[in-house]
């Protein structure tokens, strides 16, 4: 995904989820409905950070391009633009791939 036409607001990061895993290791070809959900992604757009009491934003601590690892069933998913992405928080996502 080159440019996506969404901004999210306070602390919400857009993330665009990596392929469903179509084989096991044995190489076994799983269906659709047997699919995992995806649970790594890539942060395509971020908003400009919580508003702190204090009237400033806080930073996020991730950037748009990073790999993250995010709960299962966390977020929204919706489509943009021909692509299904997830929006959530910031504190939904696990951890950075690094």
């Known amino acids: 995904m080159s440019k996506i036409s969404i901004r999210p607001l306070d602390d919400r990061v857009v993330i665009e989820p990596m392929a469903a895993e179509e084989t096991t290791a044995g190489g076994i070809v799983l269906p659709d409905a047997a699919q995992e959900k995806p ?53 939904d996502i696990l951890a950075k791939v690094v």
């Not at 919580?50 to 748009?64: A, F, I, P, T």
């Open 39 to 91: 649970q790594r992604g890539t942060v395509v757009a971020v908003g400009p950070g919580k508003l702190l009491d204090s009237g400033e934003r806080g930073e996020l601590s991730v950037s748009v391009g990073d790999e993250v690892i995010y709960g299962k069933y966390g977020g929204t998913e919706i489509e943009i633009d021909g692509s299904d992405v997830k929006i959530l928080r910031e504190a």
